[in-house]
């Protein structure tokens, strides 16, 4: 094997799209390739130029233009350029130029063709990164920080889109035969029924299907993400950095296998994250240990590059490659003023959300159910209070005189309404909270007291959470608690408790991490300083052998 083989075999084990292909395969592809390299500022092909193949980076950046010129994303080392080939486009639809000194392996399209028919993995591997990048094109997500890129992006197996929509459509059928069976005797209410039910089936389809098109996963260049959003109730973000993964294995049941889903289990060392019901679960498995090796490739290339420019710093020479986040880090974030709110405006937000997340802090609220118990009595009264008013005005309650009564009932409305909104605002007041650095039970009493409980993340011990009962497994609803030395937070009738856990797990993990790289950045500050130190010291000694010798007087011998 030669050299140039060994190092285009190295190159693609750490590529994504052949994580699905041996080592054998591998090898027999590297023959393949043809090495190609760019002088900065280099065109590598233009747009609508004819589409002969694709190309993997080996060193340096390339820029990828759209056909206005404008900057699409920066391509870097293990990265596939050129992927209109794999989709059998004609032409480029993008420009490609090199940013600094390139070089690249280039696979003309012949072979690519080959792969498709003769290693199914890789024909599959293709598709998930296609449509990965195809559903991340349609779907926002502001909270993913600068420079952070999507590698791949899946939803839960079809099939159970389909089993969500079995309800409504089921709901909707037997309504159309319950008025098909009243038709005869009472045709108008038939039809309004009937118009009502499709509404009402209607709007419960499209919420079902939003929910499941809001659940999905993603593996980005810094992290693993499962975002989980029910419309108007929940709203749910697990994630971990790539660099606490431990092992990625899948788990299939008997119906997963008939159906084509698995579950892809990532063990971290912060908590596990599992890839729930998707499908091609094994390519899944493999694209995640791809770019969990290739992070780590680029993490020892972030500390070098990063020593390098802490000792620049140190002695006097410019800094290269200072970031926007290392300038956000020297001068401050301006955070926006905060928008001032009306009383309803503050009632009603987050109405009934159970789980939200603003600026970092992730906001929790007791389950809606527990909602419900406190405000049924005061709605009962309310109910009652608006019958006796209605029998009042309707002249159907004549025992009781007409102006007392409607001031009775008026105000038995107006206390109850009163009951309704106090009772809200006291369970919309009983937060627990996850910020970047500790956890907080908050509870306030409208018009009373506030109790505040707060503690570090570093102070956690242990987590644990229970669901207790038929109604808590039923709507799946439980404690958290989190112990601190000997004290005990208890998150109570949180909705998904394992998921807070896992919340809090995640947070303790990254909050670990930043310390560390907190720790990391003062040891490189240090190392510059004794480099520094060390080469002042070397020119003092340098110097001083020349400036404390005295001066000899000089003889000069003459011959006699």
């Known amino acids: 094997m030669t050299e140039q083989t060994q190092t285009i075999l190295t190159l693609l084990r750490e590529v994504p799209l052949f994580s699905g292909l041996t080592v054998e395969e591998l090898e027999r592809l590297s023959d393949a390739f043809v090495m190609v390299e760019l002088p900065k500022g280099e065109t590598l092909y233009g747009a609508r130029e004819s589409t002969d193949g694709l190309f993997v980076i080996e060193s340096g950046q390339l820029e990828l233009l759209d056909e206005d010129g404008k900057q699409l994303e920066v391509l870097k080392h293990a990265e596939v350029i050129g992927t209109e080939a794999l989709h059998y486009f004609p032409t480029r639809q993008k420009t490609a130029i090199a940013l600094t000194d390139a070089q690249a392996y280039f696979l003309p399209n012949k072979e690519i063709q080959a792969l498709y028919a003769e290693i199914p993995a890789f024909k599959e591997t293709a598709s998930v990164l296609f449509n990965s990048v195809r559903l991340a094109s349609f779907v926002p997500m502001a909270w993913l920080e600068p420079g952070e890129k999507i590698h791949l992006m899946a939803r839960k197996h079809p099939v159970f889109l389909f089993f969500r929509s079995i309800p409504p459509i089921f709901a909707f059928a037997t309504i159309w035969f319950l008025m098909v069976l009243l038709s005869p005797k009472h045709a108008f209410w038939s039809l309004a029924g009937l118009v009502m039910g499709f509404l009402f089936c209607l709007l419960w389809l499209i919420w079902n299907i939003n929910n499941w098109a809001n659940d999905f996963y993603l593996i980005t260049s810094r992290r693993m993400v499962w975002v989980e959003h029910v419309t108007g109730f929940y709203d749910s973000r697990q994630e971990a950095p790539l660099s606490t993964l431990i092992s990625v294995g899948v788990k299939t049941t008997q119906l997963g296998v008939f159906l084509g889903y698995s579950d892809v289990m990532v063990r971290t060392y912060i908590g596990d994250i599992r890839f729930e019901r998707v499908a091609h679960a094994r390519t899944i498995g493999k694209l995640i240990e791809t770019n969990w090796a290739r992070g780590k490739r680029a993490d020892l290339e972030l500390d070098a590059r990063e020593i390098r420019k802490a000792l620049r710093q140190k002695f006097g020479k410019e800094a290269e490659d200072i970031t926007a986040k290392d300038l956000q880090a020297e001068l401050g974030t301006v955070q926006p003023a905060p928008k001032e709110v009306n009383f ?36 009962f009264a309310i109910i009652l209070s608006i019958f006796f008013v209605v029998a009042i005005i309707t002249h159907n309650l004549t025992q009781v005189d007409y102006t007392m009564g409607l001031v009775a009932g008026y105000f038995l409305v107006f206390v109850a309404a009163g009951a309704l909104v106090y009772q809200y605002v006291d369970w919309r007041n ?10 907080i039970d908050l509870d306030r009493k409208p ?21 207790r009962g038929i109604i808590p497994m039923l709507f799946n609803y439980g404690t958290v608690y989190i112990t601190i030395g000997n004290t005990q937070l208890t998150f109570n009738h949180v909705y998904q408790p394992s998921v807070v856990q896992q919340d809090i797990f995640t947070r303790m993990g990254k909050h670990a991490q930043d310390r560390d790289d907190r720790n990391t950045m003062l040891e490189r500050e240090r190392v510059a300083q004794w480099f520094k130190v060390f080469q002042e010291e070397a020119e003092k000694d340098l110097t001083l052998p020349s400036q404390s010798e005295p001066t000899r007087p000089i003889t000069m011998k003459t011959s006699q």
Request: aromatic letters at 14%; a positive charge; hydrophobic letters at 40%.
């Open 344 to 379: 309803f405006e503050w009632l009603f937000s987050d109405f009934v959300r159970v789980r939200h997340e603003v600026g970092g802090t992730i906001t929790y609220r007791k389950h809606w159910l527990i909602l419900l118990k406190k405000i049924l009595l005061p709605l």
């Open 430 to 439: 009983d937060l627990f909270q996850l910020t970047p650095n500790q956890v």
């Open 447 to 467: 018009f009373g007291r506030e109790s505040r409980r707060s503690a570090p993340l570093e102070n956690i011990l242990s987590i644990e959470y229970e669901r």
